[in-house]
């Protein structure tokens, strides 16, 4: 899955030592402040951990959001902020500006589902948070509502290949294929479409990569539109399917070598030399040939000029993001240890907030390397 999807820089973020000096006044919001900084720690080292599985961090994560939510939301639970909303800035860097060879079954599921839950997230993000940003996202920036946007479609169009793989491999039946293939090539097309109006400088990597995936599921429609065309005696309409088929996936390819050559940020994935994009040329040139042969002993039908219009919905296998709220605001949260923070004693000279000039270091992702490709199995 590493040298399928596309991905852009993990953002990085500066140290954050949770040291209010005067404003913590007792042991409770003492410790609060110690385990805000170790669970953050903890999250930002699983990023980065090959050996983290999606529930060792979804519990840091809550361990640590369920802190943090002190310094946002009343306890009260009503509609007002916390008096600490402020004593905090967090500084991030910005991702657009500045291979397993087979899966397991049980494994799929888990890419599938994660890719579930982070379209929910952001989603969530989208929809409950950014509004409430003490400063506004600027435009392009990866809190803009637009990048948001497009990161909730591509999870989705992502978890739906995983569908489109399980449903191949269990030979369901063509029209499905088609379907499931011709949604996820619209969620990618959705979100190109999303990104367009970005600077190509940030924009043009990531888009490229929308854009080949958009070719190569559509060549998959058609290509399994045109099984489902012959299997209703159309072997005309399924020769001119295949041959479309045969075009975009001729497109795919040329796509493929220009992302490979568009520079921008996040590492470059060879979508290409994967089995599974290999197959779909094999496919689509013997099932081709196989309706030409068909049609030139049984049928004798023309074949149209125009390809049949892909009209096509999935009952089965659509992706929705799952939703996502963020944990209980931690027990240790009590009116007593909010007060425990006096905000009257805090310095005039605030260092909490990050200097301007103030570095974050990048993020040293682990360098996964391929492995031989035996195609994307999954039983």
């Given amino acids: 899955m590493t040298h399928w999807f596309h991905r852009n820089p ?14 913590v006044t007792g042991p409770s919001a003492s410790k609060i402040c110690n385990d805000l900084r170790s669970s953050r720690a903890r999250l930002l080292e699983l990023f980065t951990d090959l050996s983290c599985n999606p529930e060792m961090m979804k519990n840091a994560a809550d361990s640590y959001f369920s802190l943090l939510q002190g310094f946002i939301n009343s306890l009260d639970e009503s509609t007002q902020e916390s008096k600490l909303r402020y004593i905090q800035n967090f500084k991030w860097t910005d991702t657009l500006q500045g291979q397993v060879p087979s899966i397991t079954e049980d494994e799929a599921k888990e890419v599938h589902r994660s890719l579930k839950i982070a379209a929910g997230i952001f989603k969530h993000l989208k929809e409950s948070h950014l509004p409430k ?12 509502s637009r990048l948001i946007e497009a990161y909730v479609i591509q999870c989705q169009a992502e978890a739906q290949e995983v569908t489109i793989a399980r449903a191949i491999e269990l030979k369901h039946a063509p029209g499905l294929i088609a379907a499931l293939a011709y949604e996820t090539a619209n969620f990618y097309q959705k979100a190109d479409h999303t990104l367009s109006s970005l600077e190509p400088a940030y924009s043009a990597k990531w888009r490229k990569y929308l854009h080949l995936k958009m070719c190569f599921y559509t060549a998959y429609a058609y290509c399994y539109h045109g099984e489902t065309l012959l299997a209703s005696d159309k072997c005309g309409e399924a020769i001119r399917s295949l041959q479309e088929a045969e075009k975009l996936y001729a497109k795919a390819e040329a796509l493929c070598k220009e992302y490979g050559e568009t520079k921008g940020p996040g590492p470059t994935v060879k979508p290409s030399g994967h089995l599974f994009f290999r197959k779909l040329g094999n496919l689509v040139k013997n099932t081709l040939e196989k309706c030409q042969r068909e049609n030139g ?5 023309k074949i149209p000029t125009e390809a049949p219009q892909l009209e096509l919905k999935a009952n089965y296998g659509l992706v929705e993001p799952i939703p996502f709220e ?7 949260w009590t009116p007593e240890t909010l007060a425990a923070f006096d905000l009257t004693k805090r310095p005039k000279d605030d260092s909490t907030k990050p200097k301007p000039e103030e570095e974050v270091k990048p993020v040293k992702e682990p360098d996964i390397k391929p492995q ?3 195609g994307c199995y999954i039983s």
């Fill in 10 to 23: 993990l953002e990085a973020t500066a140290p954050v030592s949770f040291n209010y000096y005067g404003v």
């Fill in 372 to 374: 031989k490709d035996t």
């Fill in 326 to 332: 963020f944990p209980p605001t931690s027990v240790q």
């Fill in 297 to 301: 002993f049984i049928y004798f039908q």
């Fill in 133 to 144: 940003l003490i400063t506004p996202a600027e435009k392009g920036r990866d809190l803009e």
